[in-house]
């Protein structure tokens, strides 16, 4: 799958340290990254363990890369 002109934009804005435009690019895509989480998760996993919750510990993850405090 190719970025729109949209997400490189962003994802360009997102390499220099605009939080603003991650929580853009995350949010635009929030809704389909819920349907892969909870799709690919293991159904054992699912009455321990919310894709909400798994987005959220990715959220953290990627401004922690970014270092984008």
């Given at each position: 799958m190719q970025n729109s002109p949209e997400d490189d934009e962003l994802i360009a804005?997102?390499?220099q340290g605009d939080r603003d435009a991650l929580a853009?690019?995350?949010?635009?895509?929030?809704?389909?990254?819920?349907?892969m989480v909870t799709f690919r998760m293991d159904p054992r996993l699912h009455g321990r363990v919310d894709a909400d919750d798994v987005l959220q510990?990715?959220?953290?993850?990627?401004?922690?890369?970014?270092?984008?405090h």
């Open positions: 804005r997102v390499m853009q690019l995350f949010s635009m895509h929030r809704d389909r990254l819920w349907r510990e990715a959220w953290l993850a990627a401004v922690q890369r970014f270092q984008l």
